[in-house]
C-alpha cells in the first residue's frame, strides 16, 4: 500500500541517517610517544609545531586510515565529504583569526578546563594548554584524524620551551624536527575524543571519570552545514559550565554549503539558551568574524 511504502521509505532514510552518526571513541596516548611522531614531517607556524599534510597523504593507509578519509578526500579533491569526512586534516584560517584574538583579549587559560571541539590539528586546544589550562581535551568528527594530525601535533608541542603567550601573528611557515621529549605533566591533562558531538557528549556525560563541565569551548569553522547546528548548540548547551564561555571563529558565510556567522546566530537565539556577542569581525579577504557565546543566566 502506499502508506506501508512511505513508512518503508521514511525508516530507509532513518536507517541512513543513522549511519551517518558516528560513534564516540576515547583515544589512549601511547606510552612510547616517539611512535606517535614516527613517519611525521613536522612544520611550524606562530611557534607551534604540526604535521606536514602532504607526507600525511603519501604515508597513512590501511590501519593508520581505518576511515579510509585521507584517500577518499585527494581521490575527491574535497575538504568535506558530509558523513565521512568534516575537514579535520586541514587547518584553516579561522583558527590563526582566533588564536591573534587570544592575544588581543587577554584570554585567561591557567587553571581553566578547555575543550577543542572540531579540534583538526588541535592547535587551540594546545594555545590553551601552553597557557597552564588545567585539563584541555581534543574533539574530531574522524579517530584517524585524531591519531594521525592531533595526538602528534599535541606530543610535539609539550615540550618545555615557555608558555608560548606572546605568539606574534603572520610567521610564515618553516620545518622543525621535533623529538618525543614531551612533558609527562602536560600530556596528563589532555584527552582526545573522535565520533560525532552527541555521541562524544554522552560519552563524557556518561563516563566514569568525573566530567566537569568546561570553563571554555573552543571551535573553529564548525558551523558551515546548517544541518549539524542542532547538535552543536546541545553539545554546547551540555558541556558548557554556568558560566562558562563559548569561542567560535567562523566565516559570515559558507558559500556552497550554506552555513554561516549570522545564521547560527539566529539559530541560537531561537532556542533562547545562550547569548551572542560578536567580538571581531576580519575584513581581509573572505569576511570572517569571532562569537562569544554564554548562557543567558551566567555571570
Avoid at 602532504?54 to 581521490?75: F, H, L, N, P, R
Wanted: glycine share 6%; with cysteine; hydrophobic share 35%.
Amino acid at each position: 500500500s502506499p502508506k506501508l511504502a512511505a513508512a518503508e521509505h521514511q525508516d530507509e532514510a532513518a536507517l541512513k541517517k543513522n549511519l551517518c552518526v558516528k560513534a564516540a571513541k576515547e583515544h589512549s596516548i601511547p606510552q612510547d610517544l616517539n611512535k606517535v611522531l614516527e613517519n611525521k614531517v613536522m612544520e611550524t607556524v606562530l611557534d607551534l609545531s604540526y604535521v606536514k599534510l602532504s607526507v600525511v597523504e603519501m604515508t597513512c593507509s590501511g590501519d593508520a586510515d581505518s576511515e579510509g578519509i585521507v584517500s577518499k578526500s585527494v581521490s575527491s579533491h574535497s575538504d568535506l565529504i558530509p558523513g565521512v569526512y568534516e575537514g579535520g586534516l586541514k587547518i584553516w584560517e579561522c583558527t590563526f583569526d582566533l588564536m591573534d584574538y587570544f592575544s588581543e583579549a587577554e584570554i585567561e587559560f591557567t587553571n581553566k578546563t578547555v575543550l577543542d571541539l572540531g579540534c583538526g590539528a588541535g592547535l587551540l586546544g594546545i594555545v590553551a594548554l601552553q597557557g597552564e589550562a588545567a585539563r584541555v581535551h581534543f574533539q574530531d568528527y574522524n579517530s584517524t584524524v585524531i591519531d594521525e594530525i592531533t595526538l602528534p601535533n599535541v606530543v610535539a608541542n609539550c615540550v618545555n620551551e615557555g608558555s608560548g603567550k606572546d605568539r606574534k601573528a603572520s610567521k610564515p611557515p618553516s620545518k622543525r624536527p621535533r623529538k618525543a621529549e614531551s612533558s609527562p605533566d602536560m600530556l596528563n591533562r589532555c584527552r582526545f575524543f573522535s565520533g560525532e558531538w552527541s555521541q562524544v557528549s554522552q560519552l563524557l556525560l556518561n563516563s566514569n571519570k568525573s566530567c566537569l563541565k568546561y570553563d571554555i569551548i573552543l571551535t573553529s569553522e564548525t558551523i558551515y552545514n546548517p544541518d549539524y547546528y542542532s547538535a552543536l548548540h546541545d553539545t554546547l548547551a551540555q558541556l558548557l559550565d554556568r558560566n562558562g564561555r563559548v569561542y567560535l571563529a567562523s566565516k559570515v558565510h559558507y558559500f556552497g554549503v550554506g552555513g554561516g556567522i549570522y545564521l547560527f546566530e539566529k539559530f541560537i537565539e531561537d532556542k533562547n539558551v545562550f547569548r551572542t556577542s560578536m567580538v571581531k569581525t576580519i575584513d581581509q579577504g573572505l569576511q570572517r568574524c569571532i562569537m562569544e557565546i554564554a548562557f543567558k543566566n551566567s555571570c
